[in-house]
């Protein structure tokens, strides 16, 4: 008799730590863009902060990053089921010498879900939070770069075009002053030399 109650109450420590080995696969899953249907999410969603769009927290994700965090979702699934028949495994050769029973089963199922209910919500709605406010970091110190990098290209391409138009006005004037009046020399010289054939023809 004692030997199942100690047997029912590792299995179910054992499904809780199942569990917290699922939520840091959930904790990746937020961090990646994953969102979970809940009250936090939505909360988050409704925040309204300065200098964010509109549409900050509500974008949808890109085709392309949909597609690749189905698959992450879909690879971490099969991880997951893999660690964790492993350690049901070695959590039964560890409690019962390898003789399987159904208790330790129901444990490690009932424990998965009393944390899943609990403290599994509790850990999705911190991950969302430090997710979103990551998000919101990011973007400020994007805005944070973005706005010096913007007025320092403006202000260089003000400084290209005005030395620029400063060489083009330059050359210009170089060669009206000496080129052209070279020229219009070698120009008379010209008709000179055919005014004078004239004469002597």
């Known amino acids: 008799m004692w030997g199942l109650l100690f047997a029912l109450l590792y299995s179910l420590a054992f499904g809780g730590l199942l569990h917290l080995v699922y939520d840091g696969i959930r904790i990746a899953r937020v961090l990646c863009g994953v969102?979970?249907?809940?009250?936090?999410?939505?909360?988050?969603?409704?925040?309204?902060?300065?200098?964010?769009?509109?549409?900050?927290?509500?974008?949808?994700?890109?085709?392309?990053?949909?597609?690749?965090?189905?698959?992450?979702?879909?690879?971490?699934?099969?991880?997951?089921?893999?660690?964790?028949?492993f350690l049901f495994s070695l959590f039964v050769y560890w409690q019962n010498d390898g003789e399987f029973r159904a208790i330790l089963l129901v444990g490690a199922a009932l424990g998965f879900a009393v944390w899943h209910i609990t403290l599994g919500r509790l850990i999705v709605a911190a991950s969302?939070?430090?997710?979103?406010?990551?998000?919101?970091?990011?973007?400020?110190?994007?805005?944070?770069?973005?706005?010096?990098?913007?007025?320092?290209?403006?202000?260089?391409?003000?400084?290209?075009?005005?030395?620029?138009?400063?060489?083009?006005?330059?050359?210009?004037?170089?060669?009206?002053?000496?080129?052209l009046p070279h020229r219009s020399r070698r120009e008379e010289k010209r008709r000179l030399r055919a005014c004078f054939a004239d004469l002597i023809s």
């Open 128 to 179: 969302e939070t430090v997710a979103f406010f990551l998000r919101v970091l990011a973007f400020y110190l994007f805005l944070l770069v973005r706005v010096p990098v913007l007025l320092l290209l403006r202000s260089l391409w003000r400084v290209a075009r005005l030395i620029f138009t400063l060489l083009r006005r330059l050359t210009s004037a170089l060669y009206e002053r000496l080129y």
């Open 35 to 85: 969102r979970y249907h809940g009250g936090m999410s939505e909360r988050l969603r409704a925040c309204r902060l300065p200098l964010l769009p509109p549409g900050f927290a509500t974008r949808p994700p890109r085709r392309a990053g949909e597609r690749l965090r189905a698959v992450f979702v879909f690879l971490t699934d099969v991880l997951f089921c893999l660690l964790s028949s």
